[in-house]
Structure formats: structure tokens, C-alpha cells
């Protein structure tokens, strides 16, 4: 406890200094190193101890310098699209707002998670052991009521994104958070870049005589799932043109409720009970029978979700491989959430790590600069004439590489901007 004490006025300290609260102490900065070298040398003995230190090593702090290089230079801003995005922003975000509170009755202001709560749990949604952003993203709720705040929670975080970038500079350095979640995901800070909106992407814009190209993982989550499991239907329905539009022309008996059928499935493959499944497909207008059946054919793949529990269970803590463990905080029989977050560590993970080993991989395009790392997809900048193909092929390589051609990897050109529906 005295160490903790005694660290926290070193730090107030070293901060009085550095913000020039204080004189400059040449002890105070002797001290300051001291306790640094001190703490790296117990974190490394304990990330050794932990399984974590050669993906710290071989990984994390790669993939930290790779991106440090290619953005220390800055993201270019169109200000004028800027300022046009600031000046409606505004607008957009309460028009949202009060169509969402007038539809569903509620008070004006974006719902904090106790008031979808109280909102919900009349309706019968039992919120004991998941969370509400996986009710949010994963069941049907009456009135499209999910569909609409989610819409509306992705124009108030672009609102803050915009809000955060000032018209004065053309240049923006954002903050590098290498492991900005429990699965690894890549996040840039100050701002939160990737919390903007499709529609408002188009502030971002290359440097003068370059271009823009947006490479993205196609299926990404469902090919690492049938990789893993080697499950023989998930294997086929990746290896077919696309498992989404298959799942929607089988059970919906047309192509239109793609995305319906995406949220079915990940809801299927994340834990949602089968009888909770079948009634949200029910609901959206899908034949219950063909939704029973579709989904009793994974039975490979229910094996390993099983197992993956059940070493979950036995040892305490998870790994999606390589390290970045997830480690239990409870004792005793896991819960329907660990469970689920189990599955979700395996999977994302294996996902995260991927997409990094994808990044480090085209350190040889030198010709190529990564501008924003999303979830399964990166944002390039390039001269023209360069084939951003070239990456399209690294992306599906790296995956079937890393898959053990389980499965071949699927990567492709996207829109990075899309502008909004009239």
C-alpha cells in the first residue's frame, strides 16, 4: 500500500513538472525513471509468467511502431466537408433524436443502458447474464426498437468525433491504443476516428497526387469459425459465395433480409438459445420450421463451442492463441455470459490477431500508407497507379496462412464512404 502511496506523489510530482505547475526537479525525474525501469522489469517477468511476452514481443509492440510510422505524419481533413458535416451535424443528430423519442415514447435524450432496461424488461427480455449491447445487436425487439437506437447511438458518437475536430488544422495525429479492447482490437483515440458514420467519412482525404483505397475482410468472424470448428456445413456455407444471402434466401425465401440473416446467425453463433433464435426469425417473417432446420445442421460446430467452454471452465481462463488471455474474476459453474464471452475471446480474437499479422505483412508495400485500422478492415492511402489489390491478396493470405488453409481467406475492395439514404 506504502508503493501505491508513494507512486501516486512521484506521478504528481513528474505531472506538476511536465505541465510546468513546478520547477523542474532533477530528482523527481531521477526517481521517475527509476520506478519505470522498475515496473517494466516486474510487468515483463509477469507477462512471461502469463503466457503473454512473445506476442507482447513479436505482436503488439510491431504492430504499435508499424502504425506510429505511417501516422505520425497525419490524417489529412477536407475542411471545407468538415465544416459542412459541423454545420448539420446538429440538426441530423436531434431529428434522430426526436423521431426516436416520439416513435417509442421515450424522454429526448439517447437512453442510458438502466432506461433500455426499463424499457425492455416489461416486454419480457430477461437481462440476467448478457449484456444490453448484445440484446442491442443480437434480438429482434418490437418496433425495430434495436435497429433505432443503435442508428441513433452511431450519429451521437460521429457527432463527438466531428465536434473533437477543429476547422484550424488540416492534419490530424490521433492517439494509437494498440489493445483497446479485451479481444485486441486496434483503436485510434483523440479522436475515436472509427466511431464516424459512413456518411461522414468523407471529411478523411488523401495527401495531394495520392488516393484512397478500403480493404475488408469478407465473412471474416464465419470463415474463422469454420476453421476452428471444422464444422462441414459452416465449411460449405463459407465456401460458397456468401453464408448471409444463403441463410436469407433459405429461411426468408428471398435475398432482401441479408442483414437480418447476419444478425440471426452471429446471434446462433454467440450463444442466443435456439428457441429465442427461431422466434426472432419468426418474427421478421422467416418459416419456423426452415429456421429449425437450417440451424440444427451445425452440429460439429455446437461440439466445439461445448469444448471451448468446458476448457474455459476447467482452467480459468481462455485464449484466442498466442496469448491475450481472458481470465475468469468468478469461481463455480460458468455463466451464461462467460459462456457466450468465451466463444466471443476465441473467435474475436483469432480475429484480431490475424488482422495484425495482415498489417505487419505489408511492411514491404512501401509505396502503401495505413491510415485507419477498422475492426476487419484498413483504410489505405497510396499513389494512384498502385494495384491496392496487392493487399486484397496479403489480407486472404495472412488468414488462410494463419487458418492453416482450414480455410482460404476472402478479402476485397469496399466503398470507405458511403453517403446517407434519401
Given at each position: 500500500?506504502?508503493?501505491?502511496?508513494?507512486?501516486?506523489e512521484?506521478?504528481?510530482?513528474?505531472?506538476?513538472i511536465?505541465?510546468?505547475?513546478?520547477?523542474?526537479?532533477?530528482?523527481?525525474?531521477?526517481?521517475?525513471?527509476?520506478?519505470l525501469f522498475?515496473?517494466?522489469?516486474?510487468?515483463?517477468?509477469?507477462?512471461?509468467?502469463?503466457?503473454?511476452i512473445?506476442r507482447?514481443?513479436f505482436?503488439?509492440?510491431?504492430?504499435?511502431?508499424?502504425?506510429?510510422?505511417?501516422?505520425i505524419?497525419?490524417?489529412d481533413?477536407?475542411?471545407?466537408?468538415?465544416?459542412?458535416?459541423?454545420?448539420?451535424?446538429?440538426?441530423?443528430?436531434?431529428?434522430?433524436?426526436?423521431?426516436?423519442?416520439?416513435?417509442?415514447?421515450?424522454?429526448?435524450?439517447?437512453?442510458?443502458?438502466?432506461?433500455?432496461?426499463?424499457?425492455?424488461?416489461?416486454l419480457?427480455y430477461?437481462?440476467s447474464?448478457?449484456?444490453?449491447?448484445?440484446?442491442?445487436?443480437?434480438?429482434?425487439t418490437?418496433n425495430?426498437f434495436?435497429?433505432?437506437?443503435?442508428?441513433?447511438?452511431r450519429?451521437?458518437?460521429?457527432r463527438?468525433v466531428?465536434a473533437a475536430?477543429?476547422?484550424?488544422?488540416?492534419?490530424?495525429?490521433?492517439?494509437?491504443?494498440?489493445?483497446?479492447?479485451?479481444?485486441?482490437?486496434i483503436y485510434?483515440?483523440?479522436?475515436?476516428?472509427q466511431n464516424?458514420?459512413?456518411?461522414?467519412r468523407d471529411?478523411?482525404t488523401a495527401?495531394?497526387?495520392k488516393?484512397l483505397s478500403?480493404?475488408?475482410?469478407?465473412?471474416?468472424?464465419?470463415?474463422?469459425?469454420?476453421a476452428l470448428?471444422?464444422?462441414?456445413?459452416?465449411?460449405?456455407?463459407?465456401?460458397?459465395?456468401?453464408?448471409?444471402?444463403?441463410?436469407?434466401?433459405d429461411?426468408f425465401g428471398?435475398?432482401?433480409?441479408?442483414?437480418?440473416?447476419?444478425?440471426l446467425?452471429?446471434?446462433y453463433?454467440?450463444?442466443?438459445k435456439?428457441r429465442?433464435?427461431?422466434?426472432a426469425a419468426?418474427?421478421?417473417g422467416a418459416?419456423r420450421k426452415?429456421?429449425?432446420?437450417?440451424?440444427?445442421?451445425?452440429?460439429?460446430?455446437?461440439?466445439w463451442?461445448?469444448k471451448t467452454?468446458?476448457?474455459f471452465?476447467?482452467?480459468?481462463?481462455?485464449?484466442?492463441?498466442?496469448?491475450?488471455?481472458?481470465?475468469?474474476?468468478?469461481e463455480?459453474?460458468?455463466?451464461?455470459k462467460?459462456?457466450?464471452?468465451?466463444?466471443?475471446?476465441?473467435?474475436?480474437?483469432?480475429a484480431?490477431?490475424?488482422?495484425k499479422?495482415?498489417l505487419?505483412?505489408?511492411?514491404?508495400?512501401?509505396?502503401?500508407?495505413?491510415?485507419?485500422?477498422m475492426?476487419?478492415?484498413?483504410?489505405?492511402e497510396?499513389?494512384?497507379?498502385?494495384d491496392?489489390n496487392k493487399?486484397v491478396t496479403i489480407?486472404a493470405?495472412?488468414?488462410?496462412?494463419h487458418l492453416?488453409?482450414?480455410?482460404l481467406g476472402?478479402?476485397?475492395?469496399?466503398?470507405?464512404?458511403s453517403p446517407?439514404?434519401?
Amino acid at each position: 500500500m506504502a508503493d501505491i502511496v508513494e507512486s501516486k506523489e512521484l506521478a504528481k510530482k513528474y505531472s506538476d513538472i511536465f505541465y510546468r505547475i513546478s520547477a523542474y526537479d532533477a530528482s523527481v525525474y531521477e526517481q521517475t525513471g527509476k520506478f519505470l525501469f522498475e515496473f517494466w522489469g516486474n510487468l515483463i517477468t509477469k507477462a512471461a509468467a502469463n503466457g503473454e511476452i512473445s506476442r507482447q514481443f513479436f505482436i503488439e509492440i510491431p504492430v504499435f511502431n508499424l502504425l506510429y510510422k505511417h501516422i505520425i505524419s497525419g490524417i489529412d481533413i477536407e475542411t471545407n466537408i468538415l465544416r459542412r458535416h459541423k454545420s448539420q451535424i446538429d440538426y441530423q443528430y436531434y431529428s434522430e433524436l426526436k423521431n426516436f423519442s416520439a416513435k417509442h415514447n421515450l424522454p429526448l435524450e439517447v437512453p442510458s443502458d438502466n432506461s433500455i432496461k426499463e424499457y425492455l424488461e416489461p416486454l419480457g427480455y430477461d437481462f440476467s447474464g448478457i449484456s444490453i449491447d448484445y440484446v442491442l445487436e443480437f434480438l429482434s425487439t418490437p418496433n425495430n426498437f434495436a435497429s433505432d437506437i443503435m442508428r441513433l447511438r452511431r450519429i451521437a458518437a460521429s457527432r463527438l468525433v466531428l465536434a473533437a475536430l477543429p476547422l484550424s488544422r488540416r492534419r490530424i495525429i490521433p492517439i494509437i491504443d494498440i489493445f483497446g479492447s479485451i479481444t485486441s482490437r486496434i483503436y485510434f483515440k483523440d479522436p475515436v476516428f472509427q466511431n464516424l458514420a459512413k456518411r461522414h467519412r468523407d471529411i478523411i482525404t488523401a495527401s495531394p497526387g495520392k488516393t484512397l483505397s478500403y480493404v475488408d475482410y469478407d465473412q471474416f468472424e464465419v470463415g474463422i469459425m469454420a476453421a476452428l470448428s471444422m464444422d462441414p456445413q459452416l465449411l460449405r456455407l463459407y465456401n460458397s459465395d456468401d453464408i448471409y444471402t444463403a441463410l436469407s434466401l433459405d429461411i426468408f425465401g428471398g435475398n432482401e433480409k441479408r442483414k437480418i440473416a447476419k444478425r440471426l446467425f452471429l446471434s446462433y453463433a454467440y450463444g442466443m438459445k435456439t428457441r429465442s433464435l427461431i422466434d426472432a426469425a419468426v418474427e421478421q417473417g422467416a418459416d419456423r420450421k426452415k429456421v429449425k432446420d437450417f440451424f440444427a445442421e451445425f452440429k460439429v460446430f455446437e461440439s466445439w463451442k461445448k469444448k471451448t467452454i468446458e476448457d474455459f471452465q476447467a482452467s480459468g481462463r481462455i485464449s484466442s492463441g498466442f496469448g491475450n488471455y481472458q481470465n475468469r474474476e468468478s469461481e463455480g459453474p460458468l455463466s451464461e455470459k462467460e459462456k457466450r464471452a468465451g466463444v466471443s475471446q476465441v473467435v474475436q480474437g483469432t480475429a484480431a490477431l490475424i488482422f495484425k499479422k495482415a498489417l505487419l505483412n505489408m511492411r514491404n508495400e512501401t509505396e502503401v500508407r495505413i491510415l485507419l485500422p477498422m475492426h476487419d478492415a484498413v483504410l489505405l492511402e497510396h499513389p494512384p497507379e498502385y494495384d491496392s489489390n496487392k493487399i486484397v491478396t496479403i489480407f486472404a493470405e495472412t488468414m488462410s496462412e494463419h487458418l492453416e488453409r482450414k480455410v482460404l481467406g476472402k478479402a476485397s475492395l469496399e466503398p470507405f464512404f458511403s453517403p446517407p439514404s434519401q
